[in-house]
């Protein structure tokens, strides 16, 4: 009788600990907008493709269990991929 306790007691705890996890994950949605400028390094001003105006490009901060969705606008002249 008390194993059959015990066990319900960990089953209501592990699905209360689920549901906690499933509230707390959310949708994180980004928008990358894809140009070229001019940087400068070592005296030399090359073109450069950016993300946001950044380079690197920005960061991405998600928790487990959250969506992303990433918008990407691509307005350089080239074809681009972007990998994570």
Do not use: Y
């Amino acid at each position: 009788m008390a194993a059959a306790a015990l066990a319900a007691a960990i089953f209501f705890f592990l699905s209360a600990m689920s549901q906690q996890v499933a509230d707390a994950a959310a949708i994180v949605e980004h928008t990358f907008v894809v140009t070229q400028m001019n940087l400068t390094h070592l005296c030399k001003e090359t073109l450069v493709t950016v993300v946001n105006g950044q380079f690197p490009g920005p960061v991405i901060e998600v928790n487990e269990g959250d969506l992303v969705a990433v918008h990407v606008v691509n307005r350089s002249p080239n074809n681009i991929t972007i990998h994570w």
